[in-house]
């Protein structure tokens, strides 16, 4: 079973940062592709970014594109978010998934078959 543990989030006021950490404790996560995902209040969960398992490949929709990068440390077995220019519209539980499907990019919440509990992320002056 996997487990993926989320942290990182908090309150923020408009215009600031957080990095948000997935820790894998399942080995074979490391050669998974990987995602950060979002789901505001009465809203789906909708895909930031996702990284590939090698190379790596990294993907962003327009939630995380151009303010948001996605890293990882292979060593680690660790996923980061790092988020920048942070808007109260960014305000959401952060969910990160592993296990991708096998093609790319994976963007669908049905596309990973691991998740972690979330995390809070409050952007707000």
């Known amino acids: 079973q996997a487990q993926l543990a989320e942290s990182g989030g908090g309150l923020v006021q408009p215009g600031g940062s957080l990095k948000l950490t997935c820790a894998a404790s399942?080995?074979?996560?490391?050669?998974?592709?990987m995602g950060w995902f979002r789901q505001a209040p009465g809203k789906e969960r909708e895909l930031v970014a996702a990284i590939s398992q090698s190379a790596p490949y990294i993907y962003y929709t327009n939630l995380g594109k151009g303010r948001f990068t996605i890293s990882r440390d292979y060593a680690r077995n660790t996923v980061y978010l790092q988020m920048t220019s942070l808007k109260p519209e960014d305000t959401a539980v952060y969910y990160c998934a592993a296990d991708g499907a096998p093609f790319w990019p994976v963007t669908e919440t049905t596309g990973y078959r691991y998740w972690g509990q979330g995390t809070q992320v409050t952007v707000s002056s």
């Open positions: 399942r080995q074979t996560d490391r050669n998974s592709r």
